[in-house]
């Protein structure tokens, strides 16, 4: 059984990146008929915040991405993470260092004055001497001196670490007794049956560590997967200013779920051209050992392409369910059908969405002064007063097919172009020249609230 896991620290709100790393260990635990599991690494006290951390669960929940068992929180766990490292000090694998902050410090300078590496020089690694006083000591784990140290990763192949370039004996619990981050993480994805931990490659360097606790431990080591960075369209590290924001406010922007699901699961991995996959087609086709070995390109255009595939192919029942987040209800609203057919065309995302129907809904309380100067012209006026008298005539207006119908009337009663009326009429209606159909908005809007705008617009520019 695949069993995958998604560990967020709660320090800051979910990222784009990290949920993308969510995405693929779902995606990969679904298809296998596996697990997945979500974890808070919240060892971090000074850092951790409970708002994020609140923030995390959310943003799954908006996103169905539905994990196994309860949430695991990581500051549940310390008598647990005491007992392994109990276990390592027992059998000779870890140790007790009294090297102080200052100590420590200056060995650090010296070795920069000398252009060495910066590490721990072991001197308390085989001590059996009497223990400094005042010192509450750290603990180490016993690292290889030599030799090599293996990652053998689903993405970019084995990749060999020099122990003595990269190791020293890493501390895994402070002098306050905490546990550290690489010893946490090992421990808890093998008592958690992790066996597949897909991941950001800004990870790899952590993953010796962690596999020199599986071994001192007894674990079996895991798949690794190290999934490459998502970049901006510059190729350099996102930032907050092109996508790298928390994962909720994309909702508060507009986006569906399904959308961004969708978009997150085509950076740095792919089936030939498709673009648009539901979650089941994700599920079936998604690998892994699919994932490209080069960072991926953040494009906000597809994911506003995107968006608004998933706006048109939504039931207009679930859009004005959706709608009512963004403070919209149309649940009464006798030409809901008409409306949401007629802006669901034009909209990028929900909150444009309601932008849009506002301004169907809403009268213009003013007119684009450059769209005026264009369309009331010669004999506009004119052509409005007969328009409205037409309006008013007329018993049966319902549909956009009866508008158009009328519209078509004046038209050919005064032998003029549909433009002579359109423009007006649109500037009358919406206060500006662009926007639906004219005969939608007409429907939509009813009789008398047409008249009414065309009558303001009249008054305001005869």
Known sequence: MVITRFAPSPTGYLHIGGLRTALFSYLWAKKNNGKFFLRIEDTDKARNS?????????????????????????????????????????????????????????????????????????????????????IEPAI????????????????????????????????????????????????????????????????????????IVYEALGFELPKFYHVPMIH???????????????????????????????????????????EIFSMEEMIELFNPKDINKSASIYNTDKLDWLNAHYIKNTPNAKLAELLTQYNLILTSHDKKEILLDVVKERAKTLKEMRGLINEILIAPISYDENAVKKAFKGEAVEVLKAFKEKVNASDELHLPSDYHTVMENVVNEMGIGFGKIGQPLRIALLGKLSGPGLDSVMAIIGKDETMLRIQNAITAHA
């Open 50 to 134: 409970l708002e994020a951390a609140e923030a995390i669960v959310k943003a799954f929940e908006w996103l169905g991405l539905a994990h196994d068992g309860e949430i695991l929180y990581q500051s549940n766990r310390d008598e647990i993470y005491a007992k392994y490292i109990q276990q390592l000090l027992d059998e000779g694998k870890a140790y007790y260092c009294y090297m102080s902050k200052e100590e420590l410090s200056q060995l650090r300078e010296t070795q920069m004055a000398a252009k060495e590496r910066t590490m721990y020089n072991g001197k308390y690694r085989d001590f059996d001497g009497t223990p400094p006083e005042g």
């Open 140 to 211: 180490r784990i016993k690292a290889p001196q030599s030799g090599t140290i293996t990652v053998k990763d689903g993405v970019k192949g084995d990749v060999v670490f020099n122990a003595l370039d990269i190791l020293d004996d890493f501390i895994i619990a402070r002098a306050d007794g905490s546990p550290t981050y690489n010893f946490v993480v090992a421990v808890d994805d093998a008592l958690m049956g992790v066996n597949e931990v897909i991941r950001g490659d800004d990870h790899l360097s952590n993953t010796p560590k962690q596999i």
């Open 232 to 274: 901006n369209h510059e190729g350099k590290k996102l930032s907050k200013r092109d996508g790298a924001t928390d994962v909720m406010e994309y909702k508060e922007m507009g986006y569906t779920p399904e959308a961004l699901l969708n978009f997150l699961v085509r950076l740095g991995w792919s089936h030939g051209d498709q």
